[in-house]
Nanobody, 125 residues
């Protein structure tokens, strides 16, 4: 079993930065691929970024590429999402996901094994 807890959300002005954290617990969480997803009001959840278990590969949605950076510290069982140059359209609840398979997190996005409860990011114009 894996538990995920997101933190770091809040209110920020357009152009500002935030860093989200996802603290993971579980026996083998360091072997899992991890990712960030978001859901804006009235919209479906969408993929944001993914990272392999050993940080060897990352993948980003086109809308955040060049502005967001995903990273992880396996010693702390934590995944981060550094968000820069934030835009009002980045406003959403951000969720952390974990799965044994990187392809599920980064490409297919379906059937992800574990989810956190989310943290709200609001970007004002």
């Amino acid at each position: 079993q894996v538990q995920l807890v997101e933190s770091g959300g809040g209110l920020v002005q357009a152009g500002g930065s935030l860093r989200l954290s996802c603290a993971a617990s579980g026996r083998t969480v360091s072997t899992y691929a991890m990712g960030w997803f978001r859901q804006a009001p009235g919209r479906e959840r969408e993929f944001v970024a993914a990272i392999t278990s050993r940080s060897g590969s990352t993948n980003y949605a086109g809308s955040v590429k060049g502005r967001f950076i995903i990273s992880r510290d396996n010693a702390k069982n934590t995944v981060y999402l550094q968000m820069n140059s934030l835009k009002p359209e980045d406003t959403a609840v951000y969720y952390c996901g974990a799965d044994p398979h990187y392809r599920v997190i980064a490409i297919t996005h379906g059937g992800i094994n574990y989810w956190g409860k989310g943290t709200l990011v609001t970007v004002s114009s």
